[in-house]
DNA sequence: ATCGATGTTCGACGTTGATAGATGAAGGCG
DNA sequence: CGCCTTCATCTATCAACGTCGAACATCGAT
């Protein structure tokens, strides 16, 4: 069974979170999974290789942003609600922004 | 006369904004320049060295966080109130977090 | 067992970023 | 004028990031 790590909120750093968001791609990909549903990698519309979308989520994962459920051999994508409560309004003013 | 150039607000990308605030010295600077005051560089409490602490000035610069105004041998920064219209909320929001 | 669909991981490459030391430019002061 | 303060900029180094293709892993279906 494949295992993603999901750090603890309290450990990520505001800088971090940031960095995370500071990038097209994962501000694309935030907004396609800003519905609060879940999603695959292959729903996603932008314009860069399948590994480097992996790579992005990755990146989003370790910063607490996304959680990535398995499902054989899909892999279904969704925001963290605990995001939301380590950095209250941060994702909703930057989702509302462009 | 030493020459700073400040980009117009409308042409700095979101993700450009938030990965210059992405960065653990860039914010201890922010929250410095949040009183709304104009401070010099040498007031910047991070232990960085005085190189390192100019060019993170110019990365908030060019991405539109800071302005910089020249007297003499100093140069006062402060936060430039166009970031807030450009990017309403952004700034508050990740100021009242840690 | 084999195939196809879905993603991840692994180099590799070029670009950008962080950092520090040395240098330079501007002005105040004696 | 020469010296000091202040701080940007230049140069150089090293690490981190974004990107891709190829290879690998997982799982369901045939």
Redesign the interface.
Same mark, same amino acid.
């Given at each position: 069974m494949r295992h993603f790590d999901h750090p603890d909120l309290d450990e990520v750093?505001?800088?971090?979170? %940031?960095?995370? %968001?500071?990038? /097209?791609v994962r501000?694309a990909i935030v907004r396609t999974l800003s519905d609060g549903g879940e999603h695959q990698v292959s729903e996603m519309q932008v314009e860069v290789s399948q590994s480097t979308l992996s790579h992005h989520f990755t990146t989003l994962r370790k910063a607490g942003v996304v959680f990535i459920r398995p499902e054989g051999t899909r892999c279904w994508h969704s925001l963290r609600p605990e995001f939301e409560q380590r950095? /209250?309004?941060?994702l909703v003013?930057?989702l509302? %922004?462009?």
């Open positions: 750093a505001l800088a971090r979170a %940031l960095s995370a %968001l500071g990038d /097209p501000l950095f /209250p309004g941060l003013t930057v509302g %922004l462009e």
